[in-house]
């Protein structure tokens, strides 16, 4: 049987184009548009929080399939990057999200081919089950780079 989560945000303008965001777990912080939409610059942005709950997310399932993979993970580092279109009329979406992430994992005793081609089976099943993944349009694009230790 299907079972169902709710997770809340609350957000208030703070005048001019600031806002402030208390997520429901607990953090808060100032955000504005981005220079180029008539906000500031140097401060979290919509965009931001898009493409970091992206990439937050795609490394939680992947230290998740590391766990269920018996993968010895050293380090995970990932740069993401979101294409937006912005048409004539001004309206906006991502068509793309565009992660580079660097992977270092031990083989211990395996054979690294073996110890490299479950790391790359782990990083397709983040991607399966990572729910932002899952709940965007965008095209989903990932470069990893693997390197397997002895």
């Not at 401060?43 to 993968?71: G, H, Q, S």
């Not at 009329?89 to 005793?109: M, N, S, V, Y």
């Not at 690294?112 to 989903?140: F, G």
């Amino acid at each position: 049987m299907s079972q169902t989560a709710t997770y809340h945000t609350t957000v208030n303008w703070q005048g001019a184009h600031w806002g402030h965001l208390i997520m429901g777990n607990g953090p808060e912080m100032d955000f504005s548009a981005p220079p180029d939409a008539q906000g500031h610059a140097g401060v979290f942005t919509p965009e931001d929080a898009f493409v970091a709950a992206a990439n937050t997310c795609m490394m939680m399932m992947f230290i998740w399939a590391t766990e269920r993979f018996k993968l010895d993970l050293i380090s995970y580092e990932c740069r993401a990057e979101g294409i937006k279109l912005i048409e004539l009329d001004r309206t906006e979406i991502f068509t793309q999200l565009h992660f580079w992430p660097q992977i270092k994992i031990a083989a211990g005793a395996e054979d690294r081919s073996v110890v490299e081609s479950r790391t790359r089976r782990a990083l397709q099943a983040a991607q399966k089950y990572s729910l932002v993944a899952n709940s965007v349009k965008a095209r989903i694009i990932i470069e990893p780079t693997v390197e397997i230790t002895g």
